[in-house]
């Protein structure tokens, strides 16, 4: 039995593969499967405690660095969640020490070791989740194009590039087990002609169970608001009579979707103001319940908010 003892899963895994190469690329299947199976059962044996006596108030460091950091640099609004898997997770398949041994990745911390979900992947459902909202929205509305305008220039989708919301990644908060098997079983190959021939193979793989917590930082930015008493406004979105057509038309969809006069309001000489902080946060809401990570439409990869707290500079 191989153990896993320590506090970076990573490192542990690689020297395994690295000793056991030869086995995994050249071995008898059957040899393959004893490997495999030794380092599911060392994984499930595996404990948040174990991974985060070391580093607990470490993380909490970072994380209290990382929202003073976005704090002094134009972020006006920081909110720290804390979330929980309702499925399985998966994510980061193609890619990682676990994708050398099961054909299956896992998203692993390159340093930290543990379980975590990459801030490129937070940001990705963020916008994926924002964008469809505000689609909807505007359906609802009657008024094309014009919330998702607004939610494309607050995403940085306008040509800019400058994107108004910070993630950073999500790192493992939870003290019990980590790891748990799964199977892919693909029923059809190129030499497959109908139903009746199908032979699966299943592919075991590891995936993150139920109940796991993670935690991470969203930031707000207000770069390109104008901030005051009418509260955020923005800045270089249509100029000239083009702001006098859009104004209209924001106009118009506050009447058609009362919902959108919760994220948005005509203040005085028709400046819009837009409430990201609410948006970003009922997005955050939607974003954890279809999904994080892959195979969302088969029901994994979903979570629930445990908390949400509005961060202060320390």
């Not at 056991?20 to 059957?30: A, V």
């Not at 460091?61 to 399985?88: A, D, E, P, Q």
């Not at 469809?132 to 306008?158: Q, T």
């Amino acid at each position: 039995m191989y153990r896993l003892d320590g506090v970076n899963i990573v490192s542990k895994i690689y020297m395994l593969v690295k000793h056991k190469r030869g086995l995994l690329m050249e071995g008898d299947s059957r040899r393959r499967f004893i490997f495999k199976h030794e380092i599911a059962n060392e994984l499930i044996s595996i404990e948040g405690s174990d991974v985060l006596a070391p580093l607990e108030r470490h993380i909490d460091y970072v994380l209290r660095g990382l929202s003073n950091s976005l704090k002094v640099n134009g972020y006006n609004r920081v909110y720290k969640y804390i979330i929980r898997t309702k499925s399985n997770l998966t994510l980061d398949r193609e890619s990682g020490p676990l994708h050398l041994v099961y054909d299956v990745g896992l998203s692993l911390h390159p340093i930290y070791g543990f379980p975590y979900i990459p801030a490129s992947s937070l940001k990705g459902a963020f916008r994926h989740t924002a964008l469809r909202y505000a689609s909807y929205l505007d359906m609802r509305s009657g008024v094309k194009d014009v919330f998702s305008k607004l939610v494309k220039w607050v995403l940085g989708l306008d040509g800019s590039g400058i994107s108004h919301i910070y993630f950073s990644d999500a790192y493992l908060h939870s003290k019990g087990k980590l790891f748990t098997p799964d199977i892919l079983n693909p029923h059809y190959k190129d030499d497959v002609e109908n139903e009746l021939s199908v032979k699966p193979v299943p592919i075991p793989h590891i995936v993150i169970p139920k109940n796991v917590d993670f935690k991470f930082i969203m930031g707000l930015s207000n770069r390109r608001f104008s901030t005051g008493d009418d509260g955020w406004v923005l800045k270089g979105v249509e100029s000239g009579v083009g702001a006098q057509e859009f104004t209209k038309k924001v106009s118009q969809a506050l009447e058609g979707e009362p919902a959108i006069a919760k994220y948005l309001d005509l203040a005085d000489n028709d400046k819009i103001v837009f409430n990201l902080d609410q948006f970003s946060r009922d997005v955050v809401e939607i974003m954890v319940e279809y999904g994080i990570g892959a195979k969302t439409s088969l029901g994994y990869s979903r979570f629930e908010i445990l908390a949400e707290n509005n961060l202060e500079v320390d």
